[in-house]
């Protein structure tokens, strides 16, 4: 027979153990801290950063921050200010950032000391580096968790539309460029088997439509077990767009809201989009950059009275006389889009259209031609057109009003981005006029409108080159 204090000992040192292997293994708070950077409160010119990330690479060890000097300027944030790695900041210096917009400044003060952040903000005020930026920073500073699966992202950015997750897609390959992660973008209308390839692979920041990353995730073919970092983007587009059901499928995939990061960005605010929020982020912070109609001083407004059957001759003789270079040319049907843009090219004009009768491959290339200039004008309708986000198009024209004034703001918000400036021009025909005043009074203000000069109507051969 066994000694009882023996025993008593025995299991003593049993308990004991099991205390110890308990306490080493992770809990939910210590899950959590891990999820959670753990950075310090910033400082400038982060020798932190330096030392942490100068070897990463042979030729990173060429690169330093004395070959990124921004210089410090009363009122407004540097990257430098936020002691980022190094490698970011050489890929911040490549994609040709200096100073930080307000929500970029505004929202790293929280998201890159591990707070969720609900933004309320519009395209083109630079919202997409914002986050991009904390993902990144977050993946260089912090540790990985271990043995990555294959098809688990460990940031998971959600956008409504086809254009807007390519976009963001390239802006993150872009920051990405000498931090060395893995990007995947996942949307509907592209070849299905050559994206599920993709997936097989491990995977650092997935971008995706709601409705094809349900799809995979449902045939097992992602895990979201891992995610460490969301991001929901223009969320009030998702709830106009009936996604919802499917996001709110996709999220109860991921860890708790408590063990995760969120970022939620709406160009709106309304009740549900408040209620989503509540649901899915963690003790947020909140900031809110000024809307649209308030940031559109940057574009200078302007019309034409003109008969609709002299639009085109007056859009060619613009284009002619003015030298645009990079234009959007907003239609309301898909029709007019498409006879417009022939129109157009029967002028010797390089143009292209974009709206949702165009397949999706066609409309990537077509987006990629007009950024790098092969094409000179962009027609298109306005929900292809709300998924454009290209910086330095000089102009943008309503070739006819939309009947909401919100797409109006949309439209126009296509130029004059990020603090530069722009240029908008609408014709007025007979129907627009109806829809002007409404216009008018959501912006708060009046467009100047005036009769063309005679000569870009009467003296414009539209079938002919000059």
Same mark, same amino acid.
């Given at each position: 027979m066994s000694n009882p204090s023996e025993t008593q000992n025995t299991s003593e040192q049993i308990n004991d153990k099991q205390r110890n292997e308990t306490n080493s293994k992770p809990s939910n708070s210590a899950k959590r801290s891990h999820k959670r950077r753990r950075r310090q409160p910033f400082k400038k010119q982060g020798s932190r950063a330096q030392e942490a990330h100068t070897q990463k690479t042979q030729a990173?060890?060429?690169?330093?921050?004395?070959?990124?000097?921004v210089p410090e300027v009363e009122g407004q944030s540097r990257f430098h200010d936020f002691?980022?790695?190094?490698?970011?900041m050489r890929s911040i210096q490549d994609s040709g950032f200096e100073y930080c917009t307000p929500i970029q400044s505004q929202s790293m003060?929280?998201?890159?000391?591990g707070k969720d952040l609900i933004g309320?903000?519009?395209?083109?005020?630079?919202?997409?580096?914002?986050?991009l930026i904390s993902i990144l920073s977050y993946f260089l500073e912090e540790e990985g968790p271990g043995l990555q699966k294959n098809g688990a992202p460990r940031a998971l950015i959600i956008a409504p539309t086809r254009e807007l997750v390519m976009q963001i897609a390239k802006d993150a390959h872009q920051l990405n460029k000498h931090c060395g992660f893995n990007v995947v973008a996942i949307v509907g209308g592209i070849d299905y088997q050559r994206q599920r390839d993709q997936l097989k692979g491990q995977i650092d920041i997935m971008v995706a439509t709601p409705g094809r990353l349900l799809d995979f995730h449902q045939k097992r073919d992602l895990d979201l077990r891992e995610v460490e970092i969301l991001v929901l983007d223009e969320a009030d587009r998702m709830l106009s767009m009936g996604f919802i059901p499917d996001v709110k499928r996709i999220i109860r995939a991921t860890p708790k809201k408590e063990e995760r990061q969120t970022f939620l960005f709406s160009a709106t605010y309304p009740q549900d989009v408040e209620n989503l929020a509540a649901m899915w982020t963690y003790e947020p912070a909140r900031i809110e950059i000024e809307s649209e109609e308030q940031t559109n001083v940057n574009v200078e407004q302007h019309a034409y009275i003109v008969a609709d059957s002299d639009k085109e001759k007056l859009l060619i003789s613009l284009m002619r006389k003015e030298g645009w270079d990079r234009v959007i040319v907003f239609a309301n049907r898909r029709d007019r889009v498409r006879v417009l843009c022939d129109q157009l090219k029967r002028a010797g004009i390089r143009v292209a259209m974009l709206s949702g009768e165009v397949e999706q491959r066609k409309r990537i290339s077509t987006l990629e031609n007009f950024r790098d200039?092969?094409?000179q004008v962009l027609v298109a309708t306005d929900v292809a057109g709300r998924g454009i986000h290209i910086d330095d198009v000089s102009h943008v024209?309503?070739?006819t009003l939309p009947d909401d004034p919100e797409d109006y703001v949309h439209r126009i918000g296509r130029t004059g981005r990020a603090g530069?400036?722009?240029?908008?021009?609408?014709?007025?025909?007979?129907? =627009?006029?109806?829809?002007?005043? =409404?216009?008018?009074?959501?912006?708060?203000?009046k467009i100047e409108s005036q009769q063309p000069d005679i000569s870009l109507i009467d003296n414009n051969l539209v079938d002919n080159k000059q």
């Open positions: 990173q060890e060429t690169w330093d921050l004395s070959q990124f000097v002691d980022l790695p190094l490698p970011l003060e929280h998201t890159l000391l309320k903000a519009q395209t083109g005020t630079g919202k997409t580096a914002a986050f200039g092969s094409i024209v309503n070739f530069s400036l722009g240029v908008s021009i609408s014709f007025i025909g007979e129907e =627009d006029a109806f829809v002007l005043p =409404d216009i008018e009074e959501f912006i708060g203000k």
